[in-house]
């Protein structure tokens, strides 16, 4: 089954998560930033992830430690569930439309960590979120789930739709790298034979 539960206590948060990596796309979600919730969600259903994740965090000084928090355990989460990654796929990509906004999304599962952003974001704010930390959360996800991870902004200018562009098409993005390869399913996707 490839599953991952964890729980992270910290002096800023305290993070109880749940992933199943065949799941049907059910969320439930409480990391007292509402914005990370919806993008969660989007995250989670793009990608057929079922995924219970709640927070404690210090919002009261701002979002960043929840938000950044939250992509460390998710990482942290995707590593455990992905085991030795004997039988993925590996690589995923997407190439995400939403309205006037045009997203792409590529990954490879491969061990080492790199975050290519290039996602222009027109407001630094959508509600009381900071933009900003969109991309923090995707750092933080990779450096605990270590891949080659590419989010590029190609069209767009609603800050909102940009963001939503990005965990969908995440979420498209990590279902195809972390699906099972039924030609290849014993083996490691590599020639190294080790990822």
């Known amino acids: 089954m490839r599953t991952a539960d964890l729980k992270r206590d910290t002096r800023e948060t305290q993070i109880q998560l749940a992933l199943s990596l065949d799941g049907t796309g059910k969320a439930s979600l409480a990391t007292g930033v509402g914005f990370l919730d919806h993008m969660l969600e989007l995250f989670a259903c793009h ?23 939250a992509g460390i355990c998710l990482g942290l989460a995707f590593t455990k569930a992905l085991g030795d990654k004997r039988g993925i796929v590996r690589y ?68 909102h739709h940009i963001l939503e562009a990005v965990f969908k098409g995440m979420g498209r993005t990590l279902k195809e790298a972390a699906a099972l390869d039924e030609k290849h399913r014993d083996e490691i996707p590599s020639t190294k034979g080790v990822l």
Do not use: Y
Not at 51 to 68: F, I, M, P, R, Y
Not at 93 to 121: F, N
């Open 47 to 69: 990608g057929d992830f079922d995924l219970t994740l709640s927070c404690q965090g210090d919002t009261h000084v701002d979002c960043h430690h929840s938000v950044e928090d």
């Open 92 to 159: 995923g990509q997407c190439l995400l439309p939403m309205d006037e906004t045009l997203v792409l999304c590529a990954a490879d599962l491969s061990g080492r960590a790199c975050l290519g952003w290039a996602v222009d974001l027109p407001s630094s704010k959508v509600g009381n979120f900071d933009t900003e930390l969109a991309q923090e959360f995707w750092l933080a996800f990779v450096r605990n789930c270590p891949g080659s991870v590419h989010i590029r902004k190609l069209a767009g200018e609603n800050t």
